[in-house]
């Protein structure tokens, strides 16, 4: 072979299947790709079956040998392998994800990719969700089903402007074992990977080209050991699914018919796609020739059987329905018969599933003239081909002496790897001390303790957080966070603890500030509060208390007034109430029936009148009831007035009884208020209440 006088990177691919192993080495310019060598090598024990490796370090000296092979060839030394897994055990999510621009901006490369990424993070999401078992699964492949621009669907979206792009993505996932059996065979052969992908997902990159997906084709990879089957439909992968049948046992049941071991039934299978016969010697030693038919009816019911399977599983992943089409890659599916069975039993015509070959390497050029180009090739160089469509490479760190495994974004960090080896949140971030819980005026409070220290993060001995890049190999330690000191709160600090009660004692206003009780003993400022204590503060003084507040002295022969009426020392007095003590003797009228409010929810002139129709209602109701009826007093517009003849009151109680006429509107809704807060005409009422109700523009 003449040496490629191309000076950039090579792609290595290594194609890992059940019965072996092929290496391709090439390069891509513009739309071709140049094939500069290819070497396959089987495997010399079943080190593999069904996709699987049972024997890691069996695989890795067969890919140790490819490889020696290719870089003698090429005369370059190789470091990074692209690979692909079979679909056993596959799972797959499909997401729409967005991405939001502050402006409109031009969609780049990095754009696009990012977006991708987003749609993978939030799959593997979707996945953990789903995931009701103990495996870990890994993302080994994506395809982009449609894109969108604004909200509209397009096709590519690069150098467009935007304000917000999105896909709908499809992303394929496999379980750790699976992955981990890959990477550690490559690096016993000295190999990093570059590019994991999944095999159907390398096939079609190769198999249906980007034009003919519109369509809606379906393609089988059949292997060795796995029939891994991929759809496409309106320009996009819609499906993807695995058989655990293949090759394989057509192999078997020519090698129990002619009593010959595996290899010699590799032969003799491969021998009949060349030739009517073949010759062989059995494991007696004697030589024997047996007639292409012989070797058909032997493999007739295991053929039949992989062909109906692939033929329902197509059906099932495409909705119902069959395909238009069905393309077959693989050595698997060479033996005669088994297109035209696939085809039957899906009920389309024959000529419409076929083995793809030459005819799809229309842009892949050879520089060995001993390549034979047939369906053999459509995998590896489609796994070459994939370099090229995303890179989605794992990476190992150590994460507190934890060897763990990360799906390599480019944008990973230590919360990454901490959420992979479930670290808990509350040992990452400050925890807060104990709350300290209590009820105050009857609504329950909480108020949470002081904040510890957040997590002490070292990345490579240096100091980190949780956002900090992390890469390959990197150490990473982490000791948990700590919580802080316990709540501590005192009556004194208390928002409205320095409120106050104003009120007129004599004509002249006095500011009382308000008491406290807990659990019903009056504290002081400085009390420090209990877990569930239970703290009111009082809005209201009584007569005594004023006085003594006052250090005033009462004479025994006074008269004591609270809002011209009758009362005693013990009378309660609330906000804005009057207080009159002398000697003399007052001349009472009868008491003013006003009252004032706060600030509720805005009525509509109908409403407030039809909730006043509804309280008289309630009133009748009242009346007729048994219960003990109660009197109480409340301020409405900043005078008090007496609710009698009830049980116990509501808002719009208080209608009744001042002059506010809601069939003559002054303006465009009511406003209630109840204690300085916007009320609802529902509430209940207790005694001292502070009301107001006004028009409001």
């Given at each position: 072979?003449?040496?490629?006088?191309?000076?950039?990177?090579?792609?290595?691919?290594?194609?890992?299947?059940?019965?072996?192993?092929?290496?391709?080495?090439?390069?891509?310019?513009?739309?071709?790709?140049?094939?500069?060598?290819?070497?396959?090598?089987?495997?010399?024990?079943?080190?593999?079956?069904?996709?699987?490796?049972?024997?890691?370090?069996?695989?890795?000296?067969?890919?140790?040998?490819?490889?020696?092979?290719?870089?003698?060839?090429?005369?370059?030394?190789?470091?990074?392998?692209?690979?692909?897994?079979?679909?056993?055990?596959?799972?797959?999510?499909?997401?729409?994800?967005?991405?939001?621009?502050?402006?409109?901006?031009?969609?780049?490369r990095?754009?696009?990719?990012?977006?991708?990424?987003?749609?993978?993070?939030?799959?593997?999401?979707?996945?953990?969700?789903?995931?009701?078992?103990?495996?870990?699964?890994?993302?080994?492949?994506?395809?982009?089903?449609?894109?969108?621009?604004?909200?509209?669907?397009?096709?590519?979206?690069?150098?467009?402007?935007?304000?917000?792009?999105?896909?709908?993505?499809?992303?394929?996932?496999?379980?750790?074992?699976?992955?981990?059996?890959?990477?550690?065979?490559?690096?016993?052969?000295?190999?990093?990977?570059?590019?994991?992908?999944?095999?159907?997902?390398?096939?079609?990159?190769?198999?249906?080209?980007?034009?003919?997906?519109?369509?809606?084709?379906?393609?089988?990879?059949?292997?060795?050991?796995t029939?891994?089957?991929?759809?496409?439909?309106?320009?996009?992968?819609?499906?993807?699914?695995?058989?655990?049948?293949?090759?394989?046992?057509?192999?078997?049941?020519?090698?129990?018919?002619?009593?010959?071991?595996?290899?010699?039934?590799?032969?003799?299978?491969?021998?009949?796609?060349?030739?009517?016969?073949?010759?062989?010697?059995?494991?007696?030693?004697?030589?024997?020739?047996?007639?292409?038919?012989?070797?058909?009816?032997?493999?007739?019911?295991?053929?039949?059987?992989?062909?109906?399977?692939?033929?329902?599983?197509?059906?099932?992943?495409?909705?119902?329905?069959?395909?238009?089409?069905?393309?077959?890659?693989?050595?698997?599916?060479?033996?005669?018969?088994?297109?035209?069975?696939?085809?039957?039993?899906?009920?389309?015509?024959?000529?419409?599933?076929?083995v793809?070959?030459?005819?799809?390497?229309?842009?892949?050029?050879?520089?060995?003239?001993?390549?034979?180009?047939?369906?053999?090739?459509?995998?590896?160089?489609?796994?070459?081909?994939?370099?090229?469509?995303q890179?989605?490479?794992?990476?190992?760190?150590?994460?507190?002496?934890?060897?763990?495994?990360?799906?390599?974004?480019?944008?990973?960090a230590?919360?990454?790897?901490?959420?992979?080896?479930?670290f808990?949140?509350?040992?990452?971030?400050?925890?807060?001390?104990?709350?300290?819980?209590f009820?105050?005026?009857?609504?329950?409070?909480?108020?949470?303790?002081?904040?510890?220290?957040?997590?002490?993060?070292?990345?490579?001995?240096?100091?980190?957080?949780?956002?900090?890049?992390?890469?390959?190999?990197?150490?990473?330690?982490?000791?948990?966070?700590t919580?802080?000191?316990?709540?501590?709160?005192?009556i004194?600090?208390?928002?409205?603890?320095?409120?106050?009660?104003?009120?007129?004692?004599?004509?002249?206003?006095?500011?009382?500030?308000?008491?406290?009780?807990?659990?019903?003993?009056?504290?002081?400022?400085?009390?420090?509060?209990?877990?569930?204590?239970?703290?009111?503060?009082?809005?209201?003084?009584?007569?005594?208390?004023?006085?003594?507040?006052?250090?005033?002295?009462?004479?025994?022969?006074?008269?004591?007034?609270?809002?011209?009426?009758?009362?005693?020392?013990?009378?309660?007095?609330?906000?804005?109430?009057?207080?009159?003590?002398?000697?003399?003797?007052?001349?009472?009228?009868?008491?003013?029936?006003?009252?004032?409010?706060?600030?509720?929810?805005?009525?509509?002139?109908?409403?407030?009148?039809?909730?006043?129709?509804?309280?008289?209602?309630?009133?009748?109701?009242?009346?007729?009831?048994?219960?003990?009826?109660?009197?109480i007093?409340?301020?409405?517009?900043?005078?008090p007035?007496?609710?009698?003849?009830?049980?116990?009151y509501?808002f719009?109680?208080?209608?009744?009884?001042?002059?506010?006429?809601?069939?003559?509107?002054?303006?465009?809704?009511?406003?209630?208020?109840?204690?300085?807060?916007?009320?609802?005409?529902?509430?209940?009422?207790?005694?001292g209440?502070?009301?107001?109700?006004?028009?409001?523009?």
């Amino acid at each position: 072979m003449e040496q490629s006088k191309y000076q950039g990177s090579y792609v290595y691919g290594l194609d890992i299947g059940t019965r072996s192993i092929v290496g391709t080495v090439g390069y891509k310019v513009k739309n071709r790709f140049t094939v500069v060598a290819q070497y396959a090598k089987e495997h010399e024990t079943r080190a593999m079956i069904d996709g699987q490796i049972h024997d890691i370090a069996a695989v890795g000296d067969t890919i140790r040998a490819v490889t020696d092979e290719l870089e003698r060839v090429t005369g370059r030394q190789l470091k990074e392998v692209c690979i692909a897994a079979a679909g056993r055990v596959l799972r797959t999510v499909t997401v729409h994800v967005e991405q939001e621009f502050e402006a409109e901006a031009e969609i780049s490369r990095e754009d696009i990719y990012a977006l991708d990424s987003k749609g993978v993070e939030c799959a593997y999401e979707e996945l953990t969700k789903e995931n009701d078992s103990n495996i870990h699964f890994y993302c080994v492949g994506y395809s982009v089903m449609r894109y969108f621009m604004n909200g509209y669907q397009m096709q590519n979206l690069e150098n467009h402007k935007a304000k917000s792009i999105g896909e709908d993505v499809i992303v394929t996932f496999l379980p750790d074992d699976v992955v981990d059996g890959l990477y550690k065979a490559v690096n016993l052969a000295g190999l990093e990977v570059a590019n994991l992908t999944l095999e159907p997902i390398a096939a079609i990159e190769l198999a249906i080209p980007d034009k003919f997906r519109m369509l809606n084709i379906a393609l089988i990879d059949v292997g060795a050991g796995t029939s891994d089957i991929s759809i496409t439909k309106d320009g996009s992968i819609v499906a993807y699914g695995m058989l655990p049948i293949a090759g394989d046992c057509l192999t078997e049941d020519i090698a129990r018919h002619c009593l010959v071991d595996f290899e010699t039934a590799e032969h003799i299978k491969r021998g009949i796609s060349l030739s009517d016969q073949v010759s062989y010697e059995d494991i007696m030693g004697l030589s024997q020739t047996i007639q292409k038919e012989e070797v058909l009816s032997t493999v007739e019911n295991s053929l039949d059987a992989m062909a109906k399977m692939a033929a329902e599983k197509i059906v099932e992943l495409n909705g119902g329905k069959p395909v238009s089409a069905v393309f077959v890659v693989g050595g698997g599916g060479r033996v005669e018969g088994y297109t035209a069975k696939v085809a039957s039993y899906m009920g389309i015509a024959p000529e419409r599933c076929a083995v793809r070959g030459e005819e799809v390497m229309a842009n892949i050029d050879f520089m060995q003239d001993d390549i034979e180009k047939t369906s053999l090739l459509v995998t590896p160089i489609g796994i070459c081909l994939n370099y090229y469509e995303q890179s989605n490479n794992f990476i190992f760190v150590s994460f507190n002496n934890q060897r763990i495994k990360l799906y390599d974004n480019s944008k990973l960090a230590v919360i990454d790897a901490a959420m992979q080896a479930d670290f808990s949140n509350e040992d990452l971030f400050p925890k807060c001390g104990n709350s300290l819980n209590f009820r105050f005026n009857g609504v329950a409070r909480a108020v949470r303790g002081k904040r510890g220290e957040s997590a002490v993060i070292f990345v490579n001995g240096l100091p980190a957080d949780i956002h900090t890049p992390i890469h390959a190999n990197d150490v990473i330690t982490v000791e948990n966070s700590t919580a802080g000191e316990e709540a501590t709160l005192t009556i004194g600090a208390l928002p409205e603890y320095r409120s106050s009660v104003i009120i007129n004692v004599n004509d002249v206003p006095v500011t009382l500030p308000k008491f406290a009780t807990v659990n019903g003993a009056l504290q002081s400022e400085y009390y420090e509060i209990k877990q569930n204590d239970d703290i009111r503060l009082l809005d209201y003084y009584t007569v005594k208390q004023i006085a003594e507040f006052m250090d005033v002295i009462l004479d025994p022969n006074m008269n004591l007034y609270v809002n011209n009426k009758r009362a005693t020392l013990e009378t309660k007095v609330y906000e804005q109430f009057s207080v009159i003590w002398t000697l003399d003797t007052l001349q009472l009228t009868d008491a003013d029936e006003d009252a004032f409010l706060e600030e509720p929810e805005e009525l509509s002139a109908e409403t407030a009148e039809a909730a006043n129709d509804e309280n008289t209602s309630k009133q009748e109701a009242a009346n007729s009831n048994e219960q003990a009826l109660t009197s109480i007093t409340v301020v409405v517009n900043g005078k008090p007035i007496v609710l009698s003849g009830k049980p116990d009151y509501v808002f719009v109680d208080v209608f009744d009884q001042i002059d506010f006429d809601l069939s003559k509107p002054q303006g465009k809704s009511v406003e209630t208020r109840l204690n300085h807060r916007k009320a609802q005409y529902i509430e209940p009422l207790q005694d001292g209440d502070v009301l107001e109700i006004f028009w409001k523009d």
